[in-house]
Structure formats: structure tokens, C-alpha cells
């Protein structure tokens, strides 16, 4: 096996592989070794990044895939693993525009505003995750991976119906991990601060600062000074992150929040 790289031979579906986290993390997994399979609702997107990969000498397949269509979820990881021999890693790094969600008072934010991603982003991470768990509990072996933000563990003001979501996808996260431990899967969430060069941390930053009667760049400078570094994580700090975690080498780790935040929150 080759020890140069983390992921060796490994099998990994990165769903929102064509958004800036997931076309990031699909892209280091690949340069460490792994067969990436980018999962997501955009074609073209997932062709340009899958380009980008093989150009890199690395292996990417690409299919369309709605996370919150059920069968199309289970047919994909079936394909995978059918394809590819086993599925190794599973992430989910989808996402939805924040207009409407952040940036409003919750006693101002209508009912749907709220339920958008509370209906959104913990049930596409129980589909995809409960199909990964599938096929990896007959393996023996297998990584999920998670991804939430800071305000799921802190007290943000602002933040609608996302910090309620990424506190579900956490405890989901454990809630898996306690009951695939025994089968030799594991589960990781990746808890991470604000990605500065992400287009939708742009939006989101804009929203709050708006809202603060300030530029987005102001509130922005406001976040960082919050964190022990003084400065927000990077998406290639985060995906260097999640290629470690879905390696054997963090064989030990399951059933936790990795804190990606820079220090914004101190454990």
C-alpha cells in the first residue's frame, strides 16, 4: 500500500462536489489517493471539477444525484459500490442559498424561512449517510463525514433555522457513530468557522452585516478578531482536515465534532 498519500486505494462520494468545500474536499481526497465519485445537482459543474482532477493525475467520476431523493441517494451508493468494489468515505457537503434564512431576528422569520433547512440539511445527511451505513456495515469498515458551522454549539444571533440544522447533523452524527462503532464504521463531523473565500460566505456576511448596518468586509474583520488566530480557516485547511479524518491513520476517532473553527470556539 502506498503510505505517501492518506487515502490509498479508497472509495469516496463527495455529495455538493461542485460547490467551493465539496469541490475542495474532493479534490484533495483525490490528490491523496482516493477514487472520487462527486455526487450533486449541477452536470456541468461536477464535469469541471472531475477535469480538473484527472488533469491532476487523479481519478473522478461524476453523477447527478438530488440528496433528498431517496432512491436516487440509494442507487448512486449502490453504483459506487458496485463500480468501484467498496465505498470507503461518504461526505456531504451540500448547501442552500441564505437569503431569507440568515440574517433576520427569529421573531421576524416566517415559518417556511425557518423550516427551509431544518427540513434541508439534516435529512440529506440522514440519506446519505444512512445509505453509506448500508453498505459499509457489510463491509466492516467505512468513514461518514459531517460538516456544520460554529453557531450549532455557540449563541449567534441571526442565524434562522441553520444552527438548529447543524445541532440535528451533530447529533445525528453521534447517533450513528454509536450504533456503526461496532460494525467498524466510523463518524466524523466537522464542526468549521466561516470560510472567507467561499461565494457563500460572501452572501452570508453581507446578509449579517446588513443587518448590523455595516459592510460585509467590516463584519467579516469582526469574526476574525473573535477567533485565537485572528483569522478565519480556510476551505483548503478544512479539506486537509477531512482527508486525515477519513484516513485510517485517525483510526480512533469516531462519534466527534472536530473543531475547525480557529479557536472561535476554545474546547
Request: proline share 4%; charged share 15%; glycine share 12%.
Amino acid at each position: 500500500m502506498d503510505t505517501s498519500v492518506l487515502l490509498p486505494k479508497k472509495n469516496a462520494i463527495v455529495y455538493g462536489a461542485g460547490g467551493a468545500v465539496g469541490s475542495a474536499i474532493a479534490r484533495t481526497f483525490a490528490a491523496e489517493g482516493a477514487r472520487v465519485f462527486l455526487a450533486g445537482r449541477t452536470a456541468g459543474t461536477l464535469r469541471l471539477v472531475a477535469d480538473e482532477i484527472r488533469a491532476a493525475g487523479g481519478s473522478a467520476e461524476v453523477a447527478t444525484v438530488d440528496v433528498l431523493d431517496e432512491d436516487a441517494v440509494e442507487a448512486h451508493a449502490d453504483a459506487v459500490a458496485e463500480t468501484a468494489g467498496s465505498l470507503d468515505i461518504s461526505i456531504n457537503a451540500t448547501s442552500l442559498p441564505q437569503k431569507g434564512i440568515q440574517g433576520t431576528r427569529l421573531v421576524d422569520l416566517s415559518p417556511d424561512g425557518f423550516a427551509l433547512p431544518m427540513g434541508t440539511y439534516p435529512m440529506a445527511n440522514f440519506l446519505t449517510a444512512r445509505a453509506a451505513a448500508r453498505r459499509m456495515s457489510g463491509q466492516g469498515a467505512g468513514v461518514i463525514l459531517t460538516i456544520t458551522a460554529s453557531p450549532s454549539r455557540t449563541a449567534v444571533p441571526l442565524m434562522g433555522g441553520m444552527a438548529p440544522a447543524w445541532a440535528a447533523i451533530e447529533a445525528l452524527s453521534r447517533g450513528l457513530a454509536a450504533e456503526l462503532g461496532p460494525q467498524g464504521v466510523r463518524v466524523v463531523c466537522l464542526n468549521a468557522a466561516g470560510m472567507p473565500e467561499t461565494p457563500q460566505l460572501t452572501e452570508v456576511y453581507g446578509l449579517h452585516g446588513a443587518a448590523y448596518g455595516i459592510g460585509r468586509d467590516a463584519f467579516h474583520d469582526r469574526m476574525a478578531s473573535l477567533t485565537l488566530r485572528k483569522r478565519l480557516p480556510t476551505v483548503a485547511e478544512v479539506a486537509d482536515v477531512a482527508a486525515f479524518v477519513a484516513s485510517d491513520r485517525a483510526g480512533a476517532m469516531t462519534g466527534a465534532v472536530a473543531n475547525l473553527t480557529g479557536g472561535l470556539i476554545a474546547d
